[in-house]
């Protein structure tokens, strides 16, 4: 990331971006603290509910692991494994259950082919390179006049970043969507209780909006800078 400087012409939108960054970490910290002190009344543990999910959903045979760490919750589309945190794994607390049912909502999205997820997988690979790469090509292609293209292909693999960021909103979004909808039809939480899920699925949703903008923020911001040492 380059710091903003007042002659920075988005230099403004940096700070916003970066505040609703710092915005919604807290709101999911807050909410997630909040919920993980509510246990559901069912008394499942949140791997419990995951296995339930997968079960009815066509993958008995997907492993539930618990993984290390707080809120490092994650489906591993390589492995094809569900891993939950140790904050969440044997806890039966609101918070704990919505964010297990999100992870079987991405297993699911995996099964089915989900767009999204499909396009987004495709270009994990560019996109992981622009988040290691492009800076460093950048940097060198704008103080080295003889290794300017650097700084175009530089630009073109953080536009993939960016890209990916983006297209991992639907796939957030629907994996909520997915994982409310069974936790109330099926009748794992109550009413009250989902108001809660609610809560933690839609504060960790904005997070990852304040990413998708601060990569596009970081992509024009790229783009500006080449053009003015053209």
Not at 64 to 76: E, I, K, S
Not at 203 to 217: G, H, L, R, S
């Amino acid at each position: 990331m380059y710091f903003p400087s007042m002659h920075d012409p988005l230099f403004i939108w940096v700070i916003i971006v970066f505040g609703l960054s710092l915005l919604a970490q807290l709101g999911v910290q807050s909410a997630f603290n909040k919920w993980s002190r509510v246990a559901s009344k069912r008394g499942m543990t949140a791997a419990e509910v995951a296995r339930s999910i997968l079960n009815s959903s066509g993958l008995g045979d997907m492993p539930v692991n618990q993984t290390p760490g707080r809120l490092t919750d994650h489906y591993d589309p390589v492995k094809k494994t569900l891993n939950l945190s140790e904050s969440v794994f044997s806890s039966s607390s609101v918070a704990a259950i919505g964010i297990a049912a999100h992870e079987a909502g991405h297993a699911i999205q995996h099964r089915t082919s989900f767009a999204p997820m499909v396009l987004r997988n495709g270009i994990y690979p560019l996109a992981r390179l622009g988040t290691t790469l492009s800076y460093i090509l950048f940097l060198v292609g704008i103080f080295m006049s003889s290794l300017h293209f650097l700084t175009t292909i530089a630009i073109y693999l953080f536009a993939f970043f960016t890209l990916f960021t983006i297209i991992t909103l639907p796939v957030e979004f629907d994996a909520s969507r997915r994982a409310k909808l069974v936790l109330a039809e099926e009748g794992y939480l109550s009413e009250r209780e989902m108001s809660g899920v609610n809560a933690v699925l839609n504060a960790a949703a904005m997070t990852y909006v304040a990413a998708a903008a601060m990569a596009i923020v970081q992509l024009l911001r790229l783009i500006l800078l080449s053009r003015s040492r053209d």
